[in-house]
């Protein structure tokens, strides 16, 4: 099993960011099945002010790569993506289009 932390921000409006909250207690089926099919085994999001965190926990043979040709051929997957725009802003670092950005991990207790 692998895991990935990637880390996104929200628009700092109060109001958006409810309204992305609601959208995640009950994602869409569909959505839910795309993450699966893609190999993630399990997905959380943490959410400090408008800075988001996800840990995805996967399949030894995820690929980011595959995830991505994986939705570039589901319209429904394009339409959350889309919806969840409206609520989004990239990282100050981020490339151009680029959404959630992969972390660093830099400790563990355990290791």
């Known amino acids: 099993m692998k895991r990935f932390c990637l880390a996104l921000d929200l628009k700092n409006d109060s109001s958006l960011i409810a309204e992305y909250e609601a959208f995640h207690e009950k994602i869409w089926p569909e959505i839910a099945v795309s993450i699966k099919n893609a190999g993630i085994?399990?997905?959380?999001?943490?959410?400090v002010e408008n800075r988001l965190f996800m840990?995805?926990?996967?399949?030894?043979?995820?690929?980011?790569d595959k995830k991505n040709e994986m939705d570039k051929e589901?319209?429904?997957?394009?339409q959350w993506e889309e919806l969840m725009w409206k609520f989004q802003q990239p990282?100050?670092?981020?490339?151009?289009g680029e959404k959630w950005m992969l972390m660093q991990k830099i400790f563990e207790?355990?290791?």
Do not use: G
């Open 91 to 96: 990282l100050p670092s981020a490339k151009e």
């Open 74 to 78: 589901n319209t429904t997957v394009q």
């Open 109 to 111: 207790l355990n290791k």
């Open 55 to 64: 840990i995805m926990e996967t399949t030894d043979d995820f690929s980011f």
């Open 41 to 47: 085994v399990n997905m959380e999001i943490y959410r």
